[in-house]
């Protein structure tokens, strides 16, 4: 996005207390904001960056950091614009969430790194608990779809389709913002840990 969007500020998971865009709303806001991440925090985070000539903002939210408060995910029907990024295979993402947990690897950006660690981790699968993940976030993933399907400023986009190839999910979020991104970019695929499972 930054390689395509005039002047943009772009934030990782922005409405959790804890999350890793914490330095950038203090160096935006001039200040440490001790407030809830609410609508309320999403005005001034909005009136900051314009004041500070940032054209663009990108961030990103998940079902479950402010799953009640329909008056900040009702702030987003307006003026901009919603990908909702799906997971085809949720049991997939089940297995990637407890092999970062067992490894504390989120991120694996080095190919020979996770080669390597696809033999080193055994992860037991609780059947249970993976259907019941896996129940959860369809039902987050239908809800969030029925609720927003009818906004002109609502799109889809498969976490499976991001980097097969990269270039498609690069034309697909341009053409959403309607922008001309028809030249190289260089973007770090983020390989998805792989290990072996008991059942």
């Given at each position: 996005?930054?390689?395509?969007?005039?002047?943009?500020?772009?934030?990782?998971?922005?409405?959790?207390?804890?999350?890793?865009?914490?330095?950038?709303?203090?160096?935006?806001?001039?200040?440490?904001?001790?407030?809830?991440?609410?609508?309320?925090?999403?005005?001034?985070?909005?009136?900051?960056?314009?004041?500070?000539?940032?054209?663009?903002?990108?961030?990103?939210?998940?079902?479950?950091?402010?799953?009640?408060?329909?008056?900040?995910?009702n702030a987003f029907d307006k003026?901009?614009?919603?990908?909702?990024?799906?997971?085809?295979?949720?049991?997939?993402?089940?297995?990637?969430?407890?092999?970062?947990?067992?490894?504390?690897?989120?991120?694996?950006?080095?190919?020979?790194?996770?080669?390597?660690?696809?033999?080193?981790?055994?992860?037991?699968?609780?059947?249970?608990?993976?259907?019941?993940?896996?129940?959860?976030?369809?039902?987050?993933?239908?809800?969030?779809?029925?609720?927003?399907?009818?906004?002109?400023?609502?799109?889809?986009?498969?976490?499976?389709?991001?980097?097969?190839?990269?270039?498609?999910?690069?034309?697909?979020?341009?053409?959403?913002?309607?922008?001309?991104?028809?030249?190289?970019?260089?973007?770090?695929?983020?390989?998805?840990?792989?290990?072996?499972?008991?059942?």
């Amino acid at each position: 996005m930054d390689k395509c969007l005039d002047t943009p500020i772009i934030f990782k998971e922005i409405f959790r207390s804890a999350g890793d865009s914490k330095k950038l709303i203090h160096d935006l806001l001039g200040y440490e904001y001790m407030g809830n991440f609410d609508a309320s925090f999403w005005n001034i985070f909005c009136d900051a960056a314009e004041g500070n000539n940032y054209k663009n903002i990108v961030s990103k939210i998940f079902y479950y950091h402010n799953p009640s408060d329909r008056e900040l995910w009702n702030a987003f029907d307006k003026d901009h614009q919603i990908i909702h990024l799906i997971r085809a295979n949720i049991f997939d993402f089940f297995v990637s969430l407890k092999i970062a947990q067992e490894t504390g690897k989120w991120k694996n950006k080095n190919e020979n790194e996770n080669n390597s660690l696809k033999s080193s981790v055994m992860i037991t699968i609780n059947r249970q608990e993976a259907l019941d993940f896996i129940k959860l976030r369809t039902d987050q993933t239908l809800a969030l779809r029925e609720e927003k399907k009818h906004l002109d400023n609502y799109f889809e986009l498969f976490y499976e389709d991001i980097g097969e190839p990269i270039e498609a999910c690069i034309q697909k979020v341009a053409s959403i913002y309607e922008l001309d991104c028809n030249y190289n970019i260089e973007i770090g695929n983020k390989k998805q840990k792989t290990k072996k499972i008991l059942k």
